[in-house]
């Protein structure tokens, strides 16, 4: 199975601030890579597909890149709503897998 | 607008069964593979199954399979799941969602839109 690693598993972040989350997986899996958005209590939320294109209705504060085995997904001026868990997932093959998750909380 | 409901979710005992239901409006079903998420409480996403549009193919995590079957009715809109031989560890939100369509593939992968999820809890 691919292994897939996220990193920072938190960060803390002001209002405004532009953020980077950086996915790892442990081997090649071309563009086959999606990121969601989960809040407390809620269903994950799909943003990110084929590493960079936005999924309908996303805005466009969020942005993905990468491609083999490296991924990032920015999120550009840190509003409340963007308060989060964020987790990356590869498609390249079955089982898709996921990664830890990353917290993005208040500071 | 696109919805995906669950149901059948409930405590169940180790060994027992319990069969999940996930009801599709809003969008064409029948063109589209269904995945099953689950989240154990405090924990990250775990993907569970899939089925294709057709029900031609399905694949499973190797912790669920031999246990668990992923199944669809399309005239009726709806996506199962059956876990039998429950074990304590199968305690999660199950989250039913909908891939893209992305031809020519009948198993993208592409999650796009989730259900809002079913409790199940294995304990005795």
């Known amino acids: 199975d691919i292994q897939m690693t996220q990193s920072p598993s938190s960060l803390s972040a002001s209002v405004g601030d532009r953020v980077t989350i950086t996915c790892r997986a442990s081997q090649g899996i071309r563009n086959k890579l999606a990121w969601f958005q989960q809040k407390p209590g809620k269903a994950p939320k799909s943003l990110i597909y084929?590493?960079?294109s936005l999924q309908s209705g996303v805005p466009s504060k969020f942005s993905g890149s990468g491609s083999g085995t490296d991924f990032t997904l920015t999120i550009g001026s840190l509003q409340p709503e963007d308060f989060a868990t964020y987790y990356c997932?590869?498609?390249?093959?079955?089982?898709?897998?996921f990664g830890g998750g990353t917290k993005v909380e208040i500071k | 607008q696109e919805h995906l409901l669950e149901s059948g979710g409930g405590v169940v005992q180790p060994g027992r069964s319990l069969r999940l239901s996930c009801g599709g409006s809003g969008f064409t079903f029948s063109s589209y593979a269904m995945h099953w998420v689950r989240q154990a409480p405090g924990k990250g996403l775990e993907w569970v199954a899939v089925?294709?549009?057709?029900?031609?193919?399905?694949y499973y995590a190797g912790a669920v399979k031999g246990r668990f079957t992923i199944s669809r009715d399309n005239p009726k809109n709806t996506l199962y799941l059956q876990m039998n031989s429950l074990r304590t560890e199968d305690t999660a939100m199950y989250y039913c969602?909908?891939?893209?369509?992305?031809?020519?593939?009948?198993?993208?992968?592409?999650?796009?839109?989730w259900g809002q999820g079913t409790l199940v809890t294995v304990s005795s």
């Open positions: 089925i294709s549009y057709d029900g031609s193919e399905k």
């Open positions: 969602a909908r891939d893209r369509i992305y031809p020519p593939t009948k198993v993208p992968g592409i999650i796009a839109h």
């Open positions: 084929g590493a960079s």
């Open positions: 997932q590869q498609y390249d093959s079955y089982p898709l897998t």
